[in-house]
């Protein structure tokens, strides 16, 4: 895995996951999936996000094995 791919699974599952929980928790929930939401629209701006900072500092790489970009 490297981190453009696991950015994706992990916003992906945290949207499905607060909607399930907005769903049959509580309405509130939803305030998770704007922030997600949110921080998407933003880095797609300022090419900044918060989690490939943290993924980033937990080693998973920036290419996969066989790109060029190494």
């Known amino acids: 895995m490297y981190i453009d791919r696991l950015l994706r ?23 998770f999936t704007g922030f997600v939401g949110l ?12 989690m490939i900072t943290i993924l980033e500092k937990a080693g998973v790489p920036k290419f996969p094995k066989e ?4």
Not at 17 to 24: M, P
Not at 39 to 50: A, D, I, K, R, V
Not at 67 to 70: I, S
């Open 9 to 31: 699974i992990i916003a992906g599952s945290f949207i499905v996951l607060s909607l399930l929980l907005a769903h049959f928790h509580n309405i509130n929930w939803l305030w």
């Open 39 to 50: 921080n998407l629209f933003q880095s797609g701006f300022t090419n900044w996000c918060p």
């Open 67 to 70: 790109c060029c970009g190494k």
